[in-house]
């Protein structure tokens, strides 16, 4: 039997807009397994971020549950949230969100600092994480100075730092010319084969069939194909 | 997360924008700065008072005319030029002066405003009539010649002594002794100069005084009776004997309403009280700017957390939580608002050492350092919270797709 990381539960998210209310998620149920590689696909507003947020407990579901290694999540404690996200999750937004002015070893250290990692540690692990994604030679340069796909580098070593058990990665290629995507693609495959769970969200087809499982979302609503 | 690492977070964010945290500092710098400053203002003056006072001496009474307010809690040392109902005679000095025990010395005093002229040269003066005594009273030095002398007062002689800048103004380079001069169309003659009170506010009136007998003063004023009668005791802690027993012997002749008795101490404790409230006041200006200068702290720290709400989110996303993001922005507000009382501070200092210097007293007052520095540091996190807990409250998921 395997190991279930991460479990929805018939989950909902609704926004009231006024006096309408959109439903953006209706009655979601997944379960990621440990060291499974799932992609997302959908088009635009059919809920697929919003799942992502509420996977990466960035958002709090309407109703349902939410059960990350075994255990229901507290949306109501923003300690115990704060300290998941830090520990148990690493994200990978298409616009990178990197600290500006901020050297790539700074940005790579920022979760360890807010888990109380003394610094010394803490640069050490950040190298060995940007050395893990081929940047061993962009430690101290700020954002502005690296191209696209070495800026998404440094947010999959900062993802990487905590030893998540789960990476979370929000079309990680959008912004990115071809050949970086690919790049891209192949760090998150090897991360893959190296056991890592992976739920990527993308709307591109080739992309989406590199995963094992592909989880469609339309309307608030999940297929699995 | 650390208290280390939140400091280093907040000085690396303040370095990041230099010129705007310098202006926001400013309005702290100002207010602190302003506190200190006229508060020594207020501190100096009363300082300066109090060293004047002393300097003629804590063991004297003054007798003074007609009833004032209180149990002779006046405040006016100087009755108004027209004393024509004061009731206090020439004779009383002699009789004060015979008291004996606790009581050393007495003198009769007259003051007049008026102007002296020689040849084509005139000059506002003060003329003060007395007995030598007064030297003993007021601490008054001869400079050049001598003052006039007890028989010279018992025969009206026209005699006068001047201030250093009566001497100058009228007889420029001469040597004024000996010389005439002309008060109220009466020939003087000079008998000696003074030397330079200093330039305080006391004595800038001192040095444009005029001594001249006491019986001289009144036959020339056509004036009969004393404008108060100084007396001198023994010690300071003999203040109230020496007060009763005055007091008793006036009452024999006078009634109450007639005189008032009082001594520097009572005088003393008024004007201190009067500058006291002076120094608050100065002070409670001063603070409004400082509250200003809060204002701008908070300001902008709420332009700061717009700026950053992406940072915000990116923080939330790793792990930060609500408290840490808090921290973060109270500890830059706070740390502003030190910085910036520091540097006020030592302007402060500065600004104190120099009304030191210019009033000639010691202004130095720890409270409106301690109270300055306090409040900019309360400042900074009262104002500070506001912008703290907003940036705290932000929705992660807003934050994140904030451009």
Not at chain 1, 53 to 68: A, M, N, Q, W, Y
Not at chain 1, 120 to 133: H, N, T, W
Not at chain 2, 93 to 119: H, M
Request: glycine share 10%; proline share 3%; net charge neutral.
């Amino acid at each position: 039997m395997k190991t279930v990381n991460m479990e929805l539960s018939g989950v909902s998210k609704v926004y009231e807009m006024g006096d309408i209310e959109v439903k953006a998620l209706d009655q979601v149920s997944l379960r990621v397994n440990k060291g499974d590689f799932v992609s997302i696909v959908g088009p635009s507003g059919s809920g697929k971020s919003t799942l992502m947020h509420i996977l990466g407990l960035l958002d709090k579901p309407t109703s349902g549950e939410v059960i990350l290694e075994g255990r229901g999540v507290s949306f109501n404690n923003d300690r115990e949230l704060a300290k998941l996200r830090n520990q148990k999750i690493g994200f990978v937004f298409q616009s990178f969100n990197l600290l500006a002015r901020t050297s790539a070893l700074d940005n790579v250290e920022l979760p360890l600092i807010y888990s109380g990692v003394p610094s010394k540690e803490r640069r050490l692990r950040a190298e060995k994480s940007l050395f893990e994604v081929g940047l061993e030679h962009r430690l101290e340069h700020f954002p502005s100075q690296l191209s696209g796909g070495e800026r998404q580098r440094v947010a999959i070593a900062r993802a990487l730092i905590t030893n998540p058990s789960i990476i979370l990665a929000d079309e990680p290629t959008g912004n990115l010319d071809s050949k970086s995507g690919k790049e891209i693609m192949d760090i998150l495959k090897s991360l893959y084969q190296n056991g890592n769970t992976i739920v990527l969200v993308t709307h591109d087809p080739e992309i989406a069939k590199m995963a094992k499982r592909i989880v469609r979302v339309k309307d608030g609503k999940i297929m699995e194909e | 997360m650390e208290v280390l690492e939140t400091v280093k977070l907040a000085t690396s964010a303040i370095k990041r924008n230099k010129t705007r945290s310098f202006l926001t500092m400013l309005g702290i710098i100002i207010g602190v700065f302003a506190v200190i400053t006229l508060v020594s203002v207020g501190t100096g003056l009363k300082n300066y008072i109090t060293e004047q006072f002393e300097s003629i001496g804590a063991n004297v009474l003054y007798v003074m005319p007609g009833r004032m307010g209180g149990d002779g809690e006046g405040v006016s040392f100087n009755a108004p030029p027209n004393f024509a109902g004061s009731k206090l005679k020439n004779s009383y000095v002699e009789e004060i002066k015979n008291l004996g025990e606790p009581i050393e010395d007495a003198t009769g005093y007259i003051e007049i405003p008026g102007t002296a002229k020689y040849r084509n040269n005139q000059t506002r003066i003060t003329i003060g009539g007395s007995s030598p005594d007064i030297i003993n009273f007021v601490s008054l030095k001869v400079k050049d010649g001598r003052f006039f002398t007890n028989s010279e007062m018992y025969a009206s002689r026209k005699v006068a002594v001047i201030g250093p800048e009566v001497a100058s103004k009228l007889y420029g380079n001469m040597e004024p002794l000996e010389k005439e001069i002309i008060i109220a169309d009466s020939r003087f003659k000079v008998v000696g100069t003074l030397e330079s009170m200093g330039s305080g506010i006391a004595g800038g009136e001192m040095d444009r005084s005029v001594y001249i007998p006491i019986t001289t003063a009144q036959e020339t004023f056509d004036i009969k009776n004393l404008q108060n009668i100084m007396v001198k005791f023994t010690d300071k802690d003999q203040a109230d004997e020496a007060k009763f027993r005055v007091k008793a012997l006036l009452s024999r002749t006078l009634k109450e309403d007639d005189f008032s008795v009082f001594n520097q101490g009572t005088l003393l404790s008024t004007i201190s009280s009067i500058l006291q409230v002076l120094t608050v006041a100065l002070g409670g200006i001063a603070a409004i700017s400082l509250l200003v200068g809060g204002i701008g702290i908070m300001n902008i720290m709420l332009v700061s957390v717009t700026e950053r709400t992406r940072e915000i989110g990116i923080r939330k996303s790793v792990g930060a939580t609500n408290g840490d993001i808090l921290t973060q922005f109270l500890v830059e507000s706070v740390f502003l608002s030190l910085v910036g009382g520091s540097i006020g501070v030592i302007l402060g200092i500065l600004g104190t050492i120099v009304v030191g210097k210019l009033i000639s007293a010691n202004a130095f007052s720890l409270w409106s350092i301690i109270l300055a520095f306090g409040v900019s540091a309360f400042v900074g996190i009262i104002f500070g919270v506001a912008p703290a807990a907003k940036a705290a409250k932000l929705d992660p998921v807003e934050a994140l797709r904030y451009e």
